[in-house]
């Protein structure tokens, strides 16, 4: 489990094509730090368990669906990434509830510039407008964020100066895709409620 709370910006060092699978290659001087084999560490909202780690760099195998699923198989070397290191159970869950799952992706459709912040509006695919509401949380690329605006094909964000400068939200523009995963809270409660 994650928090959405992006601890550094990292590297892709290498995204290997192996068939029907990948490996990642990653640089990210803090989230390596404890790292080891079997760690779980999310890469731009994915999560991924860690194979190997050499000095800052550690490898994470990638598979078919995930980069059907989400943005990852259109890294390269050199692109930027969020990372963050599995949540502990003596830590503050400073964002949300954030499980690493992505459960599609979304294109920026535009920003608009305040004075030191942004919003940011994204496509909506239709099958996740129904976990998504006004004031509720989402997390972007792994970034836990509130929803400010809502609507049958889009919602919006709005960035802090400290996201704007320490995750890739800041860096990303119109066009670009982002990996989305909704309140699993939200998931759960129509899980319950709706029959089958």
């Known amino acids: 489990m994650f928090t959405g709370i992006v601890e550094e910006l990292g590297e892709v060092v290498a995204l290997d094509p192996l ?13 390596t ?25 550690f490898t994470a195998d990638v598979m078919r669906e995930t980069l059907e699923r ?16 599995a949540v502990r ?12 799952h992505v ?3 979304a294109t920026i ?15 909506l695919p239709e099958e996740l407008n129904r976990y998504v ?22 919602f919006g964000v709005s960035l802090i ?6 995750t890739t939200l800041g860096h990303k523009r119109p066009g670009d895709v982002v990996n989305l995963e909704v309140d699993v809270i939200a998931k759960y409660v129509e899980k319950l409620v709706v029959r089958p």
């Open 133 to 154: 509401a006004h004031k509720g949380s989402i997390a972007i690329d792994g970034v836990s964020l509130t929803v400010s605006m809502v609507d049958a094909a889009s």
């Open 70 to 85: 989400s943005s990852l198989g259109g890294l390269g070397e050199g692109s930027r990434v969020n990372l963050e290191r």
């Open 33 to 57: 730090a404890d790292a080891g084999h079997g760690d779980s560490i999310a890469v731009n909202g994915v999560c991924l368990t860690v194979v190997e780690v050499e000095g800052e760099t």
């Open 89 to 100: 159970a003596d830590q503050r869950l400073g964002g949300h509830i954030v499980q690493g």
């Open 109 to 123: 459709l535009s920003r608009d510039p305040g004075e030191r912040w942004e919003d940011v509006r994204f496509s």
């Open 103 to 105: 459960d599609g992706t």
């Open 161 to 166: 100066p400290t996201t704007l400068e320490l």
């Open 19 to 31: 068939g029907d699978s990948a490996t990642l290659k990653v640089r990210g001087r803090v989230v």
